[in-house]
């Protein structure tokens, strides 16, 4: 098959080449565990990270830690400085970086955890952001994981982290400015986005709260996005039964990459200000390469059709 795809709202393609799926350098390779007798996540070694922002529960037995990251990615004191130049525009990279250690386990994937514990991180993910809000100077905050060495996790022991900046992305931009432009008839892009694929191969599941669904233009090979059936624009608008419904959905998401042993990343996209929105979490599994074609011309060659990556994940989905 190939087929040049359009992203639902941006004016991004894609190319689904499945052929290519076959090349020896486009299937995944396993995950690489390393042993480390000094995890600076792991219980006891908690003098090893900065002094703690949060603990779930207090005490000696926590399940999830929440510390500033210690080779964080932005300044967190000082001046805002700006230089405005013809080619030379730049600026103090503001802000909080911080990490969500989700589980004491070194050994312990996400997936792992009971939707109950996965719940419970999602409460201290929306503390931390709602806190992270109200900090001065800050424009938006970005919350992301990564797994695996190919999608950039820096230790194993298995972790998110929230990054706080006094800029919002220019790919936020953009898509805060779609959803404008095609909410004009007074209906949410994504909400009606969700009743069209209803209808289609590439729709999962969905339970009371959550659809889940592969990406018509997906850039990666089994590309999700696990989206609130509910119109809200942030995460903290969500109920707790909904919360709990997103927890499984994501649990059931992440263990078909384990069976692939998949590096990862996930995202949560939502709502800058008071704009409206209609937030969402996207899973980007690293199984194929990108190469120069890509670097070159901003079209990603995905070699996994979507309507294929959904068929395998509804089939994960029925299983208990």
Same mark, same amino acid.
């Given at each position: &098959? ?87 525009? *730049? ?13 004491? /386990?070194?050994?312990? &994937? =996400?997936?792992?955890? +009971? ?12 503390? #931390?952001? %709602? $806190? ?6 800050? &424009?938006?905050?970005? @919350? ?5 060495? /190919?999608?950039? $996790?820096? =230790? ?26 095609? *909410? ?7 909400? %009606? =986005? ?22 018509? $233009? ?6 999700? &996005?696990?989206?609130? /059936? ?12 909904? @919360?709990?419904? @997103? ?7 992440? @263990? =078909? ?5 998949? *590096? ?24 194929? +390469? ?23 994940? #509804?089939?994960?989905?029925? /299983?208990?």
């Amino acid at each position: &098959m190939y087929e040049l795809r359009k992203d639902y709202f941006l004016n991004e393609w894609v190319i689904i080449a499945t052929s290519r799926f076959k090349r020896p350098v486009d299937t995944h390779r396993p995950v690489k565990r390393k042993k480390r007798h000094s995890c600076p996540f792991c219980p006891g070694n908690e003098h090893l990270t900065p002094p703690e922002i949060l603990r779930v529960p207090t005490g000696k037995n926590w399940r999830i830690r929440v510390f500033p990251n210690k080779f964080q990615a932005v300044a967190y004191t000082g001046t805002i400085k700006e230089s405005v130049q013809k080619f030379f525009n *730049s600026k103090t990279a503001f802000g909080r970086h911080e990490v969500i250690v989700e589980t004491p /386990k070194h050994g312990q &994937m =996400l997936c792992d955890l +009971t939707v109950e514990r996965i719940e419970e991180l999602l409460e201290v993910y929306i503390n #931390r952001i %709602e $806190a992270l809000r109200k900090t001065k100077n800050i &424009m938006d905050v970005y @919350l992301f994981k990564n797994w695996g060495e /190919k999608a950039g $996790a820096s =230790l194993e022991h298995s972790h998110t982290q929230v990054l706080a900046l006094n800029k919002v992305s220019e790919r936020k931009k953009k898509e805060l400015n779609a959803f404008k432009q095609l *909410s004009k008839n007074g209906k949410c892009p994504y909400c %009606e =986005l969700i009743e069209r694929e209803r209808k289609t191969k590439r729709f999962i599941f969905e339970n009371n709260s959550i659809a889940v669904i592969a990406p018509f $233009a997906s850039k990666w090979p089994f590309e999700v &996005m696990l989206l609130p /059936k509910r119109h809200i624009k942030r995460l903290s608008e969500l109920k707790p039964e909904e @919360l709990f419904d @997103l927890a499984f959905v994501l649990k059931k998401s992440l @263990l =078909l990459l384990k069976e692939k042993n998949a *590096s990862f990343n996930f995202f949560l996209q939502e709502t800058v200000s008071r704009n409206d929105f209609h937030c969402y979490f996207r899973i980007l599994p690293r199984i194929s +390469t990108r190469g120069g074609f890509e670097e070159q011309t901003g079209c990603i060659i995905n070699p996994v059709k979507p309507e294929e990556a959904a068929k395998e994940y #509804r089939k994960k989905f029925k /299983k208990r």
